[in-house]
């Protein structure tokens, strides 16, 4: 017989293990790590659309910034006032995936960063294309601090310091209810449509 406290997992399922998280969250007696900014290294740019017809769309016919070629604009700018090159580009194809551990492309550019000590930078066009949850946000910033590197949105400029952690974090609390909140839209109309005869 279990009791209430005992954590439950579904039938079959193994629970994620808490194993290499020691070092990211400091418990292994070093301090948390934190990035930097530094004019030296290199940077990576990270672009991602939602759907492939955004591939496909001009920066004339996009100024919105949902185009690949839009945010490559943008984030090229950007590096170039950080005084970093840009040593490769990662681009995530009309993945519309939630959550970063569904998004291939940007496990590999983190696997690049590992094997690729110059790089300092992580370049984004705005938040909300690369996270679409707080938790997702914090881990990758972690993670990527405890690699030395710091990313740094295009559109989004939060400045230094403990303030600018809060704003950042702020922001991506906000995406996460933007995109809840179209999720429920969506369920609400598709049942809608259900139950007055749609497909």
């Known amino acids: 017989m279990s009791s209430d406290l005992e954590p439950r997992t579904a039938p079959g399922r193994r629970r994620a293990s808490f194993a290499g998280w020691e070092h990211l969250l400091g418990l292994?007696?070093?301090?948390?790590?934190?990035?930097?900014?530094t004019s030296d290294g290199q940077a990576v740019v990270y672009l991602r659309v939602s759907?492939?017809?955004?591939?496909?769309?001009a920066i004339d016919i996009d100024a919105d910034g949902n185009s690949i070629a839009t945010q490559r604009e943008a984030c090229t700018v950007r590096a170039r006032r950080a005084k970093t090159p840009i040593a490769a580009e990662f681009v995530e194809p009309g993945n519309s995936a939630q959550s970063i551990a569904k998004r291939p492309v940007f496990r590999e550019m983190l696997r690049y960063i590992e094997e690729h000590p110059e790089v300092t930078y992580v370049v984004i066009y705005m938040r909300s294309r690369a996270f679409r949850n707080l938790a997702d946000a914090a881990i990758t910033k972690r993670i990527l601090a405890s690699m030395g590197v710091k990313l740094i949105s295009a559109k989004e400029d939060f400045g230094e310091g403990y303030m600018a952690d809060a704003m950042e974090a702020v922001?991506?609390?906000m995406n996460e209810v933007q995109v809840r909140q179209s999720g429920e839209d969506i369920?609400?109309?598709?049942?809608?449509?259900?139950?007055?005869?749609?497909t």
Not at 187 to 198: I, L
Request: glycine share 10%; net charge positive.
């Open 28 to 37: 292994d007696g070093s301090a948390p790590p934190t990035a930097s900014q």
């Open 51 to 57: 759907t492939p017809r955004q591939m496909l769309t």
């Open 171 to 173: 922001t991506d609390i």
């Open 187 to 198: 369920k609400q109309k598709m049942r809608h449509k259900a139950v007055n005869g749609g």
